[in-house]
Each structure stands twice: as structure tokens, then as C-alpha cells.
């Protein structure tokens, strides 16, 4: 067997190989995992973080409605419930109100997702402690009438988690706070086997299944929205876009708590040939095939992109030069025994070659990356299929 046939043999080898992963890239636009909508425990990082300033926004709104709202009810409690009630009611609508109303008025500039549970779950609380609060006060046999509006809100707190992105498991674990709320106060009173409380019962349940349909068909739309609007369609990183967006909020953040990162540019060597010789779709497969050697060799913390054509971008947060360049040269060796399998079974080798920067304190990310793109230069102008560092 001659040199070049065993060439042929192990690049092939090596193609297929990398043929299943690929698939996922390939269809990283069009399909979702359904357990995408089950938990969030496979959503990346960064799409955590646009989720959770959905919700955070939207209890920051809800809760200052009902703040505003809260209290407005007073004058007609004065009208309506005996005058020994009247004034504990008065009292727990003012603290509901000052309660949501500091929780409204929270604001996080870039809040996390347990930052923004734990305000979904705060306001919750609030509503299901009014709730509670205001049966004792009234005896618990609260009759029809005018009165008959305090038993309607576990009902509208069930409704209203219908507007919130939230996965199955989160949707039912909240849902299961406010129905333990109502079914306290209805043990509490005695009342959980009458007809009236297993009426409501059964009505919260039904609201239980609108909603959750509601929350992940709402998580449905905004894992494709987001997909479609920060990502690669043929690699599957992000964006141009999305990824320098991601990069200054990553870097302000790291900044902020003093922390280091570096920035990889990388450029793969001789693409044009690769295009002109073989086509643009295996150009394309190429491009595939480093897209995910990058995926492979990142930690779920760094940030990949393709900042165009055929270069790409990596952000490594708490990562020094050192560790950069050694991250780069894992990269590099990875590609050099790397083949992408084009139409007709073309096999075709090929190289990068990589920029490495450690960012300055204070420094800008426009002044990061001419230092990192003049770095990729001396790579390039070096013979290519190198890792050279800034300055």
C-alpha cells in the first residue's frame, strides 16, 4: 500500500468519524431538543442570560402593577367588610404594596437566571402571603358578594405565569407554590374536602395546563428567535453580531470584578484555494469541521463566534496568555490531524493559524483585537499553521 493510498484510508476514517457531530451543526437551526423545553439544564450560558432578563423585566412590571394596584382597594374594603376587619386589611394591602413595590424597583443590569427566579418566586410569595393573610383576617368563609374577589387570586397568579418563558419543570414547580398556598389556607380552615375548595381545585389545575403550554411555547419561540438571531446558520457559533455584543458584556463583566481574559483570532490558511480547487461546498464542510474542533476543544464559559468568512473568534474568560496560548496550540494540532470530507468524497487537509492577546486592564475590546488581528498577521507572514502571541 503506496503513501498516498493510506492517506486517502485514514483521512476517510477521520471524516466519518466526524460525520455524526457534524449532523447536530447541520441542523442546529432547525431543530430543537424537546428536553431544551423540559429543564434548562442544555441551554448555554449565554442564552440563559437573554432569558433571564425576560423575566426579570416582566416580574419588574407585574409586581409594580400590583403595587400600584394594591392599595387602591382600601376605600372599598371600607365599604364592604366589617369595620374589625377593615383596618388589618388596610394594613396588609399597604406592606403588599411596599413589598412589591421594592421588588419592582430592583433592577439588574445583567441579572442571572437565579437572580430572576428568585424574583419570580419573591413575588409569588408576596401574592400568596396576601392571600393567606387576608382569609384569616376574614374568618376564611369568605361569602359571594363583593368579597368574593379575594378568593381570585391563586387563579390570576396562574394565569399570569403564562407570560413568562419558563421550562416545564419550572412552570410546574412555581405552579405548585401558589396551589400549596391556596390548599394551606383551605386546610388551615378546614375546608380542603368541601365541594366549593375541590371546584377550585380542579379549576387550578385546568389554569396549571394552559399556562405550562403557555410558558414553553412561549421558551419554544424565543430558543428559535434567539438561534436564528445570534447564530451562524452553516456553523452553528455565534454571529458576527451577537458574538461582539456577548464579548463586551463579557468584558465589561470581568472588568468590573477585576478578573483577566484573553481573545484567540483565528484564520484558516489558504481557504480561497481550498474554494477555488474543490468548490464551496467543501469549503463549506471545511468550515464545518473547524467549527466544531473549536466547540470540542472550548469550556462551556468561552465564547466562540465566526467574526467572518473564514475567520473565527474565542473570548477565554479567567485565562491568561499562557493559558491561551496553550488552549490555541491544542487548536492548532487538532487541525493539522484534521480533514474535512466534501462532494464526491473529496478529502481535503487543512491548517489555521492563530492570534493570541491577554487583555490590558481597562483596555478596550476595538484595542484588543487590532492587537490580536496584527498578532494572526505575524502568524500568517511566519508560513501560516502557527500560534503567535500579541506584542
Not at 387563579?155 to 416545564?168: A, D, E, K, R
Amino acid at each position: 500500500m503506496d503513501d498516498k493510498t493510506r492517506h486517502t484510508e485514514v483521512s476517510v476514517a477521520r471524516s466519518v468519524a466526524v460525520e455524526p457531530q457534524l449532523d447536530h451543526l447541520r441542523h442546529f437551526m432547525h431543530q430543537l431538543n424537546p428536553l431544551d423545553l423540559l429543564s434548562s439544564y442544555g441551554h448555554s450560558e449565554h442564552f440563559n442570560g437573554s432569558r433571564s432578563e425576560y423575566i426579570h423585566a416582566r416580574v419588574r412590571v407585574l409586581a409594580l402593577v400590583f403595587a400600584f394596584l394594591t392599595p387602591l382597594w382600601i376605600p372599598i374594603d371600607y365599604i364592604i367588610v366589617e369595620s374589625a376587619a377593615f383596618q388589618p386589611l388596610a394594613i396588609l394591602r399597604i406592606v403588599t404594596a411596599i413589598l412589591l413595590l421594592m421588588l419592582g424597583l430592583q433592577k439588574q443590569g445583567s441579572p442571572s437566571l437565579l437572580w430572576s427566579y428568585g424574583q419570580l418566586a419573591a413575588m409569588m410569595a408576596v401574592l400568596s402571603g396576601f392571600f393567606i393573610a387576608s382569609h384569616i383576617i376574614l374568618g376564611g368563609n369568605i361569602p359571594g358578594g363583593p368579597l368574593i374577589g379575594y378568593t381570585f387570586l391563586p387563579f390570576l397568579m396562574i394565569s399570569l405565569l403564562g407570560i413568562f418563558p419558563l421550562t416545564l419543570l419550572e412552570g410546574a414547580l412555581v405552579s405548585a407554590m401558589v396551589a400549596s398556598a391556596y390548599m394551606g389556607a383551605q386546610i388551615y380552615f378546614g375546608n380542603l374536602l368541601s365541594a366549593s375548595a375541590l371546584g377550585d381545585l380542579w379549576l387550578i389545575s385546568l389554569l396549571v395546563v394552559v399556562a405550562l403550554w403557555a410558558e414553553i411555547s412561549q421558551l419554544h419561540v424565543l430558543l428559535t428567535l434567539y438561534r436564528q438571531a445570534t447564530h451562524d446558520s452553516l456553523t452553528g457559533l455565534f454571529n458576527r453580531h451577537a458574538l461582539m455584543r456577548r464579548v463586551q458584556k463579557e468584558a465589561d463583566r470581568v472588568q468590573r470584578n477585576q478578573g483577566i481574559y484573553s481573545i484567540l483570532l483565528f484564520d484558516l490558511d489558504r481557504f480561497k484555494r481550498i474554494n477555488d480547487r474543490y468548490g464551496h461546498l467543501t469549503g463549506d464542510a471545511v468550515l464545518r469541521v473547524f467549527s466544531e474542533i473549536l466547540i470540542g476543544e472550548s469550556r462551556h464559559k468561552d465564547l466562540i463566534g465566526r467574526y467572518g468568512g473564514e475567520e473565527f473568534v474565542a473570548l477565554l474568560p479567567d485565562t491568561t496568555e499562557k493559558g491561551a496560548n496553550e488552549i490555541a496550540e491544542r487548536i492548532r494540532q487538532k487541525c493539522a490531524k484534521s480533514t474535512a470530507c466534501g462532494p464526491q468524497n473529496c478529502i481535503v487537509d487543512f491548517t489555521t493559524s492563530i492570534g493570541v492577546a491577554e487583555a490590558r486592564p481597562q483596555e478596550s475590546i476595538s484595542n484588543l483585537l487590532q492587537r490580536v488581528d496584527i498578532a494572526l498577521y505575524k502568524a500568517k507572514d511566519r508560513g501560516r499553521n502557527r500560534v503567535v502571541a500579541a506584542d
